[in-house]
């Protein structure tokens, strides 16, 4: 078999995998734009003259920056610890992934075990009278932002923890015998080494949590419905598919218009660094 | 034995393809497949209905559960997969206006002479698109550890602000259909006017402690106490009480209840028409309801089905008491106007 063809043969996969996303969009946007073969604006001047519609679209990107941001705060030490690690790090991976191994909605009731206004917490603080009534640590936008870090977590430590792997140890002891604090050596060496993945696991934690449909369903209380909430409504209630996909597409523009500027910061970051490792 | 790995291949293609075709393979032949919910719902029809009908014809009945049978249906709109299907009466007006049902003659499932026609899903020429078997009622469910039933004798309790925080309450699409419906019959309307209902239901919305996407977590709300309170379902209360949680009461407050009928309806072009019509005048007879209701506490809708001295200990009385007390609104108008009251009611929460 000659080379190009061998090329070919291996790419076709991808290109079929590709062609029937690609296609899916097409039809995705093109459904909610047709209407009776003409080509009309008409969901989506419903959907942004709706303020609720307005206020939901809001609420869910915040939410997905807000879970994002949580989650970076927690994956990126999580993932330097790992990947510092000189124990069994395949253990400590197991842990992180562990989670994936139990259903989506098992999770989130979990957290209705512990939060809850019967739960453990709160019984803890009625009980030892430092509440007088119970709290309300879930049914709002905590309850959701906390859902979510913790099924998307796993995602961020292992998109930052990917790069983390492949940035020598000695880099980080060349700082600190030139002088570096471990502030300075983190600052300098580590973070811009390694925000390769913190971009990669911004952009799929974002992209996640602007979709989630089951965890602000059981964790969210009556004013966090997010848009992937609607669309799963209009989709399994309404069989409303064009409204469905306009709000679908909706959400991707929204989406795009955050994660590309990533994407391109991400490039020019990993050309500047490709760059100085050659220099 | 060794298997070469052509013959590993051929064996997973083969067992693969086998998994894939009983359903479309049952729904040409052999038994019928009733679509239906799943838990409790499945449990019933299985015992209740399909098992006694299969020993009495011989004709084998499958039920499936599914979480969404009218999505089903809908998927498969052209190609029925499925003979029957369980729905609530909404879902059955709207299948029927998008000409999704097959129809049948009175003739054809004569049994539905018993049942009172104001529960008939039915086409405008009058031919039957749904058997109606049983009715649940939407009432008050009260976690008397938590409140008392006397707190909620009325629906206008429910906005009460003295139950911020301690209330549950459904989604908006059910919210459309049941709370509004019921509340605006509370409010001295109907579901035609709905401005009364709407502020109470506005009124509600403050109280809940947070809005339930399923069933199982509304009756695990109920049963643990997060919520003193919610509108709820009949027949959810009686599984909760048959499971030992005696202390989750269901009122029927002052107002009434609403009256919810279900419905089995096939899908248009469904095989072996002759054999679901048979299925269905099964399911419109009296026995197989009153088997229903000593299992689930669903109330038949055959006017013949008699209740045992412990289904009117539970009910609180015969059938007919219990269906003089429950209110039974214009269904049809409600499935036509559901989009736009979800819109509404989308609207007012937003605002809170």
Redesign the interface.
């Known amino acids: 078999m000659s080379r190009p063809l061998r090329i070919a043969v291996l790419l076709l996969p991808s290109a079929i995998l590709m062609g029937v996303f690609l296609f899916g969009l097409v039809r995705l946007i093109g459904s909610s734009l047709l209407i009776e073969g003409r080509l009309d604006f008409a969901y989506y001047d419903a959907i942004l003259s709706?303020?609720?519609y307005v206020?939901?679209l809001g609420r869910t990107l915040r939410t997905a920056a807000m879970t994002t941001f949580v989650c970076l705060v927690l994956g990126f030490p999580t993932a330097y610890f790992v990947a510092r690690y000189r124990g069994n790090r395949n253990f400590l991976l197991l842990l992180i992934i562990f989670p994936w191994l139990v259903s989506i909605v098992v999770r989130s009731y979990g957290w209705?075990v512990i939060l809850?206004?019967?739960g453990l917490i709160n019984s803890l603080l009625t009980w030892s009278g430092l509440a007088a009534r119970p709290l309300?640590l879930?049914?709002n936008d905590f309850g959701v932002i906390l859902g979510l870090a913790h099924v998307l977590l796993p995602f961020m430590i292992i998109a930052i923890l990917s790069v983390m792997m492949q940035i020598p140890r000695n880099l980080e002891e060349a700082s600190m015998s030139l002088g570096g604090r471990p502030g300075y050596s983190f600052r300098t060496v580590l973070l811009p080494l390694s925000l390769p993945g913190v971009l990669t696991g911004i952009t799929l934690v974002y992209l996640m949590a602007t979709g989630a449909i089951v965890t602000p369903?059981?964790l969210?209380?009556?004013?966090n419905?997010m848009l992937g909430t609607e669309i799963f409504?209009e989709v399994?209630?309404?069989?409303?598919y064009p409204k469905a996909a306009a709000l679908a597409t909706v959400l991707l523009v929204t989406a795009l218009a955050v994660v590309l500027p990533i994407q391109i910061l991400e490039r020019w970051l990993a050309r500047r660094l490709s760059d100085g490792g050659a220099a | 034995m060794t298997l070469t790995r052509r013959q590993t291949l051929a064996s997973a293609l083969g067992a693969t393809a086998a998994l894939s075709m009983p359903a479309r393979l049952f729904a040409q032949s052999g038994p019928i497949l009733h679509a239906s919910w799943g838990g409790g719902v499945g449990d019933t029809w299985t015992v209740a209905f399909a098992g006694p009908y299969t020993a009495d014809t011989g004709t084998a009945v499958r039920i499936v559960e599914l979480p969404?049978p009218e999505?089903q249906f809908?998927a498969h709109a052209g190609d029925p997969q499925y003979h029957t299907g369980i729905g609530t009466f909404v879902q059955g007006v709207n299948m029927m206006r998008d000409d999704m049902l097959e129809t049948f003659s009175l003739d054809e499932i004569p049994n539905m002479r018993n049942i009172d026609e104001k529960y008939w899903l039915k086409t405008e020429d009058g031919r039957i698109a749904g058997v109606t078997p049983y009715f649940a009622y939407y009432g008050i469910a009260v976690n008397t550890n938590e409140a008392s039933v006397e707190d909620f004798q009325s629906w206008k309790s429910v906005a009460d602000p003295k139950w911020k925080?301690r209330l549950g309450?459904t989604?908006?699409?059910y919210l459309s259909t049941y709370d509004l419906t019921i509340l605006a019959k509370a409010a001295g309307d109907d579901e035609y006017d709905t401005a009364g209902g709407m502020e109470l239901l506005k009124g509600m919305?403050r109280n809940?402690?947070?809005?339930s996407?399923s069933l199982a977590?509304q009756n695990?709300m109920l049963e643990?106490?997060?919520v003193a309170a919610m509108p709820f379902y009949s027949v959810r209360v009686w599984s909760l009480n048959e499971a030992g949680v005696d202390y989750v009461k269901i009122l029927i407050p002052e107002e009434g209840a609403l009256l919810l009928p279900y419905v089995i309806f096939a899908p248009k072009g469904v095989k072996d028409r002759g054999m679901v019509a048979d299925w269905l005048n099964h399911i419109a007879s009296a026995a197989p309801q009153e088997r229903g209701a000593a299992l689930s506490g669903y109330i038949p809708a055959n006017r013949d089905a008699v209740a045992t001295s412990e289904i009117k200990a539970k009910l609180g009385g015969e059938y007919d008491d219990l269906r003089a007390r429950l209110y039974q609104p214009d269904w049809g108008y409600i499935a036509e106007n559901q989009?736009d009251i979800?819109?509404a009611i989308?609207?007012m929460?937003?605002t809170?």
Request: net charge positive; charged share 20%.
């Open positions: 709706r303020a609720d206020a939901m209705v809850g206004p019967r309300k879930m049914y369903l059981l969210g209380g009556l004013g419905t409504q399994m209630h309404f069989f409303d | 969404n999505a809908r925080g309450m989604r908006p699409i919305a809940v402690l947070n809005v996407n977590q695990t643990r106490g997060e989009k979800v819109a989308d609207q929460l937003a809170l």
